[in-house]
């Protein structure tokens, strides 16, 4: 069974840093391309960062240059790097598979990831 | 990408079929400029659930309720034979191969009369 359990929300002052975790079993994340979305309270899904099976990563606009993914094969996770934080990236935080053109097909529960003074 | 547009509610009764759409789609002009277009099912404070990718395919598990369709720029997610369990968010996604980022649309509140 494919499971991804995501870790490190915690309130965090603005212009402050955070790194997220997403732990995956049942399958290797070197193998498959991830991906990170976020919902912000009462707002809707936004997609935030992929990284493909071949390593390249990819970014909303909104966080380019300040979020990096990355992914340790080792523990087989997945993380977001996330730095000078502002009120709006308030939100819970997923991770998923991306399987590109077949979808976000696995994901996890979330964490979330509060940015306020 | 630009943004998708999707109504932010709709409505129907059990039994009754509702479709929600998606504007804003690109249409294919080349074999490589193709955006794979998804749809998700989430509940509040769950996480969101795959019903259809690459326009009009289920993955395993998933109720034949629910079907999806593309013309032009738009998609359509239509879920039939309505059931008390269909009243959720159904949020579109634009995957794009050329620019290799995605896109939800602002999603749609589907409430079972």
């Known amino acids: 069974e494919v499971q991804l359990v995501e870790s490190g929300g915690a309130l965090v002052q603005p212009g402050g840093s955070l790194r997220l975790s997403c732990a995956v079993s049942g399958l290797s994340v070197s193998g498959s391309s991830m991906t990170w979305a976020r919902q912000a309270p009462g707002k809707g899904l936004e997609w935030v960062s992929d990284?493909?099976?071949?390593?390249?990563?990819h970014y909303a606009d909104s966080v380019k240059g300040r979020f990096v993914i990355s992914r340790d094969e080792t523990n087989n996770t997945v993380y977001l790097q996330m730095s000078s934080l502002r009120a709006d990236d308030t939100a819970v935080y997923y991770c998923?598979?991306?399987?590109?053109?077949?979808?976000?097909?696995?994901w996890g529960q979330g964490t979330t990831v509060t940015v306020s003074s | 990408q630009s943004a998708l547009t999707q109504p932010a509610s709709v409505s129907g009764s059990p039994g009754q079929s509702v479709t929600i759409s998606c504007t804003g789609i690109?249409?294919?002009?080349?074999?490589?400029?193709?955006?794979?277009v998804s749809w998700y099912q989430k509940y509040p404070g769950k996480a969101p659930k795959l019903l259809v990718f690459?326009?009009?395919r289920r993955p395993p598990g998933i109720s034949d309720r629910f079907s999806a369709s593309k013309s032009g720029n738009t998609a359509s997610l239509t879920v039939s034979g309505l059931q008390a369990e269909d009243e959720a968010e159904y949020y579109c996604?634009?995957?794009?191969?050329?620019?290799?980022?995605?896109?939800f649309g602002g999603g749609t509140k589907l409430t079972v009369l």
């Open positions: 998923a598979r991306h399987r590109l053109n077949y979808g976000m097909d696995v």
């Open positions: 996604m634009s995957y794009s191969v050329s620019t290799t980022s995605a896109v």
């Open positions: 690459d326009v009009n």
């Open positions: 990284m493909y099976t071949v390593g390249s990563t």
């Open positions: 690109s249409s294919v002009d080349s074999g490589y400029n193709y955006d794979y």
